[in-house]
């Protein structure tokens, strides 16, 4: 496996941008696919973003898709999670995930790294 170690997050301002980030460490080539998850207090963990190992490839759902953007630089083997006009409901833990392959691109069964996450608070 891969170790993942996200950073970046904090409290902000509705409206306002934030990136995050996650570095891998280990067994980097395990991250053919490399995105995010997040847990909004009294929710289920759901998907945000994928991509691909050269970046050609990547996947949002629907509530950050034109918001947000993923990123990879494979020589600092970092992932990024770019993150504009965040709203309240963006509220969660982010997760930075990985896995070997390109199967299920958007399901938690997806991906077998996990990072210990990171807090976003939104304000408004």
């Known amino acids: 496996q891969v170790q993942l170690v996200e950073s970046g997050g904090g409290l902000v301002e509705a409206g306002t941008s934030l990136t995050l980030s996650c570095a891998a460490s280990g067994r980097t080539l395990s991250t053919t696919k490399m995105g995010w998850f997040r847990r909004a207090p009294g929710k289920d963990r759901e998907f945000v973003a994928t991509i691909n190992w050269s970046g050609s490839t990547t996947y949002y759902a629907d509530s950050v898709k034109g918001r947000f953007t993923i990123s990879r630089d494979n020589a600092k083997h970092t992932a990024y999670l770019q993150m504009n006009s965040l709203q309240p409901e963006d509220t969660a833990v982010y997760y930075c995930?990985?896995?070997?392959?390109?199967?299920?691109?958007?399901?938690?069964?997806?991906?077998?790294?996990w990072g210990q996450g990171t807090q976003v608070t939104v304000s408004s």
């Open positions: 995930v990985a896995s070997p392959n390109m199967l299920q691109l958007l399901t938690e069964a997806g991906y077998d790294s």
